[in-house]
């Protein structure tokens, strides 16, 4: 079935710097994918969706300088969190619209801001 | 009120019981149903996806939509302690944007 590849799947940084956190779609082209931020025990929040060659649209709360997407081709969106702080420590999630088959997600990168 | 109302569980069940699951929505705009298997540190695995009422079966998996009681159904049978995680449900208003409202999750537990 389709894959979407995302990596790292974990990562810590020091608070000040940026993350960058990329999401392949290995076996179909997604023209647009869904950035989630989830925190523990509590379900999926969509921070923004991104289409292919245009700007992402982000949700209402969601700073769009300090969570910067990019989906410059069919296959490719990065998420970089920039300067980072401990409150932005998070499992961020992305996912891909499959035509008629639902969405399928990655398999996460949990961020740890210390 | 929430737009996808889901029982956060924990929902413990023995080996072998039948696992029932559902979540109710106030949008009636949806059109596209999925149930998610999410375990911990992981992303969400797609398990079922409905496009219309009735019912929807894959292996040990059945999925039921009634879009005139604005309600969905998660059935897992012989469920294996392998089936223990969180289970999100998740619609759409399938327009261009194709964004989806997840439901809470419940957490699933089956004992041996």
């Known amino acids: 079935g389709a894959v979407v590849s995302q990596h790292p799947s974990r990562v810590i940084c020091k608070s000040g710097t940026s993350v960058k956190i990329e999401c392949r779609s290995l076996d179909f082209q997604a023209t647009t994918m869904f950035w989630y931020r989830q925190f523990p025990k509590q379900s999926l929040m969509l921070m923004a969706t991104?289409?292919?060659?245009?700007?992402?649209?982000?949700e209402q709360g969601v700073e769009k300088d300090k969570f910067l997407i990019n989906h410059a081709s069919l296959t490719l969106s990065t998420l970089t969190v920039t300067s980072a702080h401990p409150e932005d420590s998070s499992f961020y999630i992305c996912?891909?619209?499959?035509?008629?088959?639902?969405?399928?997600f990655g398999s996460g990168t949990r961020l740890t801001v210390v | 009120q929430k737009e996808v109302e889901q029982d956060p569980g924990p929902l413990s069940v023995p080996e072998g019981a039948i696992v029932s699951l559902n979540c109710t929505y106030s949008?009636?705009?949806?059109?596209?149903f999925m149930w998610y298997r999410q375990y911990s540190r992981k992303g969400p695995e797609l398990l079922m996806y409905t496009y219309s009422s009735g019912n929807k079966e894959d292996g040990r998996f059945t999925a039921q939509v009634d879009k005139s009681s604005k309600y969905i159904s998660l059935f897992i049978r012989d469920s294996q302690p392998s089936d223990s995680a969180t289970y999100l449900c998740a619609m759409s208003r399938g327009d261009s944007w194709g964004k989806l409202q997840f439901g809470a999750g419940t957490q699933v537990v089956v004992t041996p």
């Open positions: 991104s289409n292919e060659g245009s700007k992402a649209t982000y």
């Open positions: 996912s891909a619209r499959m035509g008629d088959y639902g969405y399928t």
């Open positions: 949008n009636s705009a949806f059109q596209y």
